[in-house]
Each structure stands twice: as C-alpha cells, then as structure tokens.
C-alpha cells in the first residue's frame, strides 16, 4: 500500500504545481483579497513592522508565514512565490489528514511521505484545492487547525496548545478548534481508558435524549481526569481573552464590514453544503443508499413521536429561516462569486422557496449524525455539531470558505467509506476542481472579471 500511496501523493504534488504554474502564467496581478493580502505581506518583508492596512481583518499569521520562507529559504517577496506559501501547505495536508483519519478509524498512522489514499482524496476538497493557489489565509488556517487536533489525540497538550495559539494568527475562530482538539482527544481516551467509568457516554446510534441528560450530569464526576491536560489550553484561552479585550472585539482592521450577526439559517446552508460535496462518503457506508434512505426515513417518521418532532423541528426552523435570514450587502453586489447566483435563482426566486429546503436540511443533518455516529460515542458525535455553532452563526455571509474547517473535520470522522466510495468521492471532487478552476482560469468576463468561489 505504501509504493502505491507514495506515487498518488507525488501526483497530486506534481498536479499543484502545474495549476500554481497555471495561475501565475494567467492572473498576474493580484486578484480579489490578494491586494489587501500582498502589500501586507511585502511590508513585512520589508521590515515594515508596524504597517497595517486596517481593511484587513484576519491577524498576521500569513505574512509572517512568508516572511520566514523569505528568510530562511531565501524565497522572494513577489506574487508567484507568496502563492507558493499557500500552495505548501496545500501539499503539507495530506499528511496530517492521514493522522487524523487514522485517529478516527483507530488504526496506526501510515509512513509520514506514504498517506493514505483517502488522506489525499479529501485534500483536494475543492475549497481548501481552489483557495491553495491563491495568497488567501484559508489553507494555512486549516493546515494549522489539523495540526493541533493531531498532536492533542496524540497526547501532545503543550504541543497542541502551542500550535493552536500558532491556528490563532490565521484566522480568530480558530480559537474555538482549539477547545475541539482538546475535547475530542479526552473523550476518545476516556471512552477507552481501563478502570471505572467516570464519564458516562453511550454509543451515539443508540442513545436518546435521556442518556444526553445522564452523560452531562456525569460529566463533574470526570474533572479530576480532564483538567490536568486543560492546563496549557486554558493560557491559549487567556491569551486570546486578552486580545479580545486589548482589540475591542474579535475582528481586527474593518469592523463595520463583520459586525457578529445572529445566522441561524447559516448552519442549514452548510449541512446541504457539506451533503452536496460528501454524498459519497454518505452512500458508500453499510447498507449504501437504501441504508442511508431508510434509517433517515425511520429517524424522521419512525412513528408519530418521531414525525411530531419532525414537525416541531420544522416549525423552529421556518421561524428562524423567517427572522434571521440575512440578505448581507456583499452577496448581493458581487457577481464574481458562485454564491451570488446560487442566492439570486435559488433562494430569491420565490418568497417560500428558502422553506422548501427545510425537509432537505433535516434530512441532510439526519444522514450525516448516521454516518459519523455509527463508531463513536454520544459526547464524540455532539461535539463537534456543538462547536460549529459558534463558528458559523456569527458570520452574516454566506461564504463556502467559513465551511472548510467544520467539512473537514465532518468528513473525517467518517471512518468505513468503501474504497469504491474514495474513488467517487476523488472523481466528484476533480470534475469540481476542473470546471472551477478552468471558469477561473480561462472565461474571464468583460466588466466582470473572474469567477470563483
């Protein structure tokens, strides 16, 4: 397997580097973030430490990544090679993807230049492929959250704590990846650990909200065993409080442009977000898509307590469709970006069409808890669901780049995908990457400029 996984790792190197070659032939000139993005970068380069263009919100964390391959390899500042940063880390998440599904599948992690197949498939998920030929924060920002996760399943705490203050200088959410690391590295050492339990936590595909109420009364019961490895995360949380405090809020530089908003309806667009990329890793599972079909038919009509809360739910969801749908300024001015469209034909088509999807989105959530519970734990499966609230709700945009992070770390967890299901998921994912980045590349429009995500 290693021979074999080791030459498909070299082609997908070989692969990026030709589209980085592509992109810099082409686009020459910064494009759409970039010109915020590159003065800043050879500021730094410059020396110019205290300059700051206050248009930019994100910290420093890319600069100063560019600034260390200008200085130790000797790289220049320009745009060619300031995309090459991005596209290293793009080549880097192959290998700390297959760390962390081999966490999740509970098998021993491949040699560190031999990653696994599925390890590579998921890192040409089309965001994190697109965005890593361009000088944006987003592959960067997600290679630094994985390697935090990694290395606080591997017990490392003061390693992850050090990388997730590092995930921080990236982008601010990342704050709360951090307390993910840290929780989803107990809880599997405590579902696992010998001796008496001190945290009740049932498997998840069995459990129902009774159990939800035993495992959270049962949790103070556990504090001995979880607070001596919370230590160094606990200083990355009072670093980050004190910048809160000394920034006047989360956001640096434009603030009047990302004022937190209430976006309930944001967590709906990522779940079908998240179902339209990774169907395959949904259908080929046990029982593949007559399975999938008829547990989330029994799950949302098993009988009337199910349907009346079907029912229910779908009450909620159209009262916050109805109250919190945003109509941000930026989405509806900007025709360069695939989510314009997708609002103005989709959703604005007609005023009843955004309620139309709420079965979908039920049905979408349903079929994803299916999949990634199927081997884990009821605290396990809820954790992350519970930690992408706070990442998504406060974003007013409707942006696929805020769902890189939570998708990867979904999809991940889902650990019994056939390898049928891997070549399908790595076909769709390149068919997506083509025609995206030909679209880009390729059929510029006049007074419009280039299309992308």
């Known amino acids: 397997m290693s021979p074999n996984s080791r030459i498909l790792y070299l082609v997908y190197c070989g692969i990026a580097v030709t589209v980085l070659k592509e992109f810099n032939v082409v686009v020459t000139e910064p494009y759409m973030d970039e010109p915020f993005h590159v003065p800043q970068a050879l500021a730094y380069c410059r020396g110019e430490w205290t300059t700051w263009d206050p248009k930019i919100t994100t910290p420093p964390g890319l600069y100063l990544l560019s600034v260390l391959l200008h200085r130790v390899f000797m790289f220049r500042c320009n745009?060619?090679?300031?995309?090459?940063?991005?596209?290293?880390?793009?080549?880097?998440?192959?290998?700390?993807?297959?760390?962390?599904?081999?966490?999740?599948?509970?098998?021993?992690?491949p040699p560190l230049l031999a990653p696994l197949t599925e390890a590579i498939v998921l890192s040409s998920f089309p965001i994190a492929w697109f965005f890593g030929f361009l000088y944006y924060t987003e592959v960067p920002s997600l290679v630094s959250v994985l390697c935090t996760v990694v290395a606080a399943t591997q017990g490392q705490h003061w390693l992850a704590a050090l990388l997730g203050l590092v995930s921080c200088l990236f982008r601010q959410n990342n704050i709360v990846w951090v307390l993910y690391a840290y929780a989803a590295s107990q809880l599997?050492?405590?579902?696992?650990?010998?001796?008496?339990v001190v945290l009740y936590d049932p498997l998840a595909l069995t459990a129902g909200p009774g159990d939800l109420i035993r495992s959270i009364t049962s949790a103070p019961n556990a504090l001995r065993e979880l607070l001596p490895a919370f230590v160094p995360y606990a200083l990355v949380l009072a670093a980050f409080g004190g910048f809160v405090k000394w920034n006047g809020g989360i956001v640096l530089g434009d603030k009047s442009n990302h004022v937190p908003a209430f976006h309930v309806p944001q967590l709906y667009y990522f779940i079908s977000f998240a179902t339209m990329m990774g169907w395959p890793a949904l259908l080929w599972g046990e029982g593949g898509l007559r399975g999938v079909m008829s547990e989330v038919k029994a799950r949302m009509f098993g009988g009337k307590r199910r349907s009346l809360l079907t029912a229910l739910i779908s009450v909620l969801m159209a009262v916050t469709i109805h109250r919190f749908t945003i109509h941000h300024p930026f989405l509806l001015s900007d025709n360069r970006h695939y989510t314009f469209y997708v609002w103005r034909r989709v959703f604005m088509v007609h005023p009843l069409a955004p309620y139309l999807f709420i079965p979908g989105y039920q049905a979408c959530a349903w079929a994803w808890w299916l999949r990634v519970a199927r081997d884990q734990s009821l605290l396990q499966t809820l954790i992350l669901p519970i930690l992408i609230v706070p990442t998504l709700l406060p974003t007013p945009l409707l942006e696929p780049r805020y769902f890189l992070v939570p998708?990867?770390?979904?999809?991940a967890q889902v650990g019994d995908v056939r390898p049928s299901g891997v070549v399908v998921e790595g076909l769709w994912y390149a068919v997506i990457n083509a025609a995206t980045t030909w679209v880009f590349l390729y059929k510029e429009r006049e007074g419009v400029g280039r299309f992308m995500w």
Request: charged content about 20%; hydrophobic content about 50%.
């Open 407 to 411: 998708y990867i770390l979904l999809r």
């Open 79 to 109: 745009l060619p090679l300031l995309r090459l940063t991005t596209m290293l880390t793009l080549l880097a998440l192959p290998l700390v993807l297959s760390r962390l599904v081999s966490f999740h599948q509970r098998r021993r992690p």
């Open 188 to 196: 599997m050492r405590l579902r696992f650990k010998r001796g008496a």
